[in-house]
């Protein structure tokens, strides 16, 4: 089992900044990937962005490359998703998720998700 917790969501305004944190513990070792998702009112889940737990490769969607950064601390067992420039489009409740094996399309273990409120 892997448990994962994120932290650091809030409130801020059109173009300001937050860093979200998820801490993975348990089997970390069986952490292939963590992925971030997202999802809005309205809307269907999102994957917004995504790193290789041991080689640190990165994938983001469209509409956060350039703003968003995904980034890992092995010794903390933790991924951070630093978001700047933020838009009142990116209010969601954000969800830190764990991918176990390269072939996996979808997470195995989930945090409980942290809000995310852009105001304009």
């Known amino acids: 089992q892997v448990q994962l917790v994120e932290s650091g969501g809030g409130l801020v305004q059109a173009g300001g900044s937050l860093r979200l944190a998820c801490a993975a513990s348990?089997?970390?070792?069986?952490?292939?990937?963590i992925d971030w998702f997202r999802r809005a009112p309205g809307k269907e889940r999102e994957r917004v962005a995504a790193?290789?737990?041991?080689?640190?490769?990165?994938h983001y969607v469209d509409s956060v490359k350039g703003r968003f950064t995904i980034s890992r601390d092995n010794a903390k067992n933790t991924v951070y998703l630093q978001m700047n420039s933020l838009k009142p489009e990116d209010t969601a409740v954000y969800y830190c998720?764990?991918?176990?094996?390269?072939?996996?399309?979808?997470?195995?273990?989930w945090g409980q998700g942290t809000q995310v409120t852009v105001s304009s």
């Open positions: 348990g089997r970390t070792f069986s952490i292939y990937a």
């Open positions: 998720a764990a991918r176990i094996s390269m072939s996996a399309t979808t997470p195995t273990y």
């Open positions: 790193i290789n737990w041991s080689a640190g490769y990165t």
